[in-house]
């Protein structure tokens, strides 16, 4: 199984931006999906960016054109850069890796139920 890291959260204003880095190691060739989801207080932990084998990449219409997944594969390290944040962006951020063949959008849409690996998480708090 895949041990995943997250750093780089933070605290900024609205408007700003943020880059978190999730550090895999382990079975990472195993891990055919990755993303990352959030959680805010009194909401369910919702998909925000993924990224498949292809390359393809999926994102929640909230963030489309404002944030940007991407992977340094010599580094095991997946990204997520957040531009134009918003308050509502205010979360813990996790990211989570899975074996399984699925495409972006599925892992975007079904990974909080079936991913079987997840980081601590790293926590981004946007102000008004």
């Known amino acids: 199984q895949v041990q995943l890291v997250e750093s780089g959260g933070g605290s900024v204003q609205s408007g700003g931006s943020l880059r978190s880095s999730c550090a895999a190691s382990g079975d990472r060739q195993r891990s055919l999906v990755m993303g990352w989801f959030r959680h805010a207080p009194g909401k369910e932990r919702e998909g925000v960016a993924t990224?498949?084998?292809?390359?393809?990449?999926s994102y929640v219409e909230s963030v489309k054109g404002r944030f940007t997944i991407s992977q340094d594969n010599a580094e095991n390290t997946l990204y997520l850069q957040m531009n134009s944040l918003k308050p509502e962006d205010t979360a813990m951020y996790y990211c989570?890796?899975?074996?399984?063949?699925?495409?972006?959008?599925?892992?975007?849409?079904?990974?909080?139920?079936?991913?079987?690996?997840w980081g601590q998480g790293t926590q981004v708090t946007v102000s008004s």
């Open positions: 989570a890796a899975s074996p399984s063949p699925v495409s972006a959008r599925y892992f975007l849409l079904w990974g909080t139920d079936e991913a079987p690996s």
């Open positions: 990224l498949d084998s292809d390359g393809t990449t």
